[in-house]
Nanobody
């Protein structure tokens, strides 16, 4: 089971940017970011395969970019043009399963503890 540690969260105004990082003990076939806002269910934000093929939730397409650095075993989420509705706890997840989809990744046992993102209007 891979160990995951997120960082990079914070408080910014709407329109600003943040970059989240997830330090992993090793890379997996499928990795991604989820978020959970207060009172809401956890939702998938983005996934990326071992050969760097990304997918995005419709709500973040064109604003967020998922990437990874294989040499550093680190997953990233660059978040631009942030909106108040992006406020949530963001979690990193990993799984050696296929296909690399939000549904498959959501079933993993490998989760980080999360990093809080707060966007003010």
């Amino acid at each position: 089971q891979v160990q995951l540690v997120e960082s990079g969260g914070g408080s910014v105004q709407a329109g600003g940017s943040l970059r989240l990082s997830c330090a992993a003990s090793g890379l997996s076939l499928c990795m991604g970011w989820f978020r959970q806002a207060p009172g809401k269910e956890r939702e998938g934000v983005a996934t990326i395969t071992s050969y760097d093929s990304p997918t995005y939730a419709e709500s973040v397409k064109g604003r967020f970019t998922i990437s990874k650095d294989n040499t550093k075993n680190t997953l990233y989420l660059q978040m631009n043009r942030l909106k108040p509705e992006d406020t949530a706890m963001y979690y990193c997840a990993a799984r050696n399963s296929w296909p690399c989809t939000v549904a498959v990744l959501n079933g993993t046992n490998s989760w980080g503890k999360g990093t809080l993102v707060t966007i003010s209007s």
